[in-house]
């Protein structure tokens, strides 16, 4: 089955405790993007990947990282969290940038 | 001005009405227009993608796009209470490289 997997779905942690929320398609796909959803504010882009190797920021960045070594997997970093950071997050990934998107399930994240 | 507007609603629509929802975007280059349903809590799917001007129709949902006015729009013909959730417009620049989101427009569709 095609599918965008995000782990964990739900997660409530501490204000500066490192932690990486994982994110893989089994669909070969090139483009893959994390945003963030808060309400009013709808879905906002962190960051995306047109390939392995290649990522570059969205619309909202800062205290995020990722990485793309391999096509399959684009974890999301948050190094220090902080309470603005407590947020609804979505994996996506796509043949390329203007196909369908496939999302994750969604992380909801809690930063106390 | 944000780079793709939506009305946020709620639109409110009797069962079996046609809801229209729109959507106006910056980008005069865009090339790729998506309509994405997400409910509560979900994750978005898509219900729609047009690139051409015009219309398109699949099923109760047409999707209607002018470049040259710089809008999309959704059409839902005979709405049913199912069809209430909040409807995201999405637009790729014409740099090709970035797909954004409008903020949704929430409908409710009442019996």
């Known amino acids: 089955e095609a599918q965008v997997t995000q782990n964990p779905r739900y997660l409530i942690t501490v204000t500066g405790k490192k932690l990486t929320v994982t994110c893989s398609q089994n669909?070969?796909?090139?483009?893959m993007s994390w945003y963030r959803q808060d309400p009013g504010l709808g879905l906002r882009q962190i960051y995306y990947?047109?390939?392995?190797?290649?990522?570059d920021k969205g619309d909202v960045p800062e205290g995020y990282k990722v990485s793309r070594k391999e096509k399959r997997n684009f974890p999301l970093i948050l190094e220090s969290p902080s309470p603005n950071q407590t947020s609804l997050y979505f994996c996506?990934?796509?043949?390329?940038?203007?196909?369908?998107?496939?999302f994750g399930a969604g992380t909801r994240l809690s930063v106390l | 001005q944000k780079e793709v507007e939506q009305n946020s609603g709620p639109l409110s629509v009797p069962e079996g009405a046609i809801a229209s929802l729109n959507c106006t975007y910056s980008?005069?280059?865009?090339?790729?227009f998506f309509w994405y349903r997400q409910y509560s809590g979900k994750s978005p799917e898509l219900i729609m993608s047009?690139?051409?001007?015009g219309d398109k129709e699949d099923g109760r949902f047409t999707a209607q796009l002018n470049k040259a006015s710089q809008y999309v729009s959704l059409l839902i013909r005979d709405s049913q209470p199912s069809d209430s959730a909040t409807y995201l417009c999405?637009?790729?620049?014409?740099?090709?490289?970035?797909?954004?989101f409008g903020g949704g427009t929430r409908v409710l569709v009442k019996p």
């Open positions: 996506a990934s796509s043949r390329r940038v203007g196909d369908i998107q496939y």
């Open positions: 669909m070969n796909h090139e483009y």
């Open positions: 990947s047109m390939n392995v190797e290649v990522t």
């Open positions: 980008d005069r280059g865009s090339q790729s």
């Open positions: 047009i690139y051409s001007n």
């Open positions: 999405a637009v790729v620049g014409a740099a090709g490289n970035k797909l954004t």
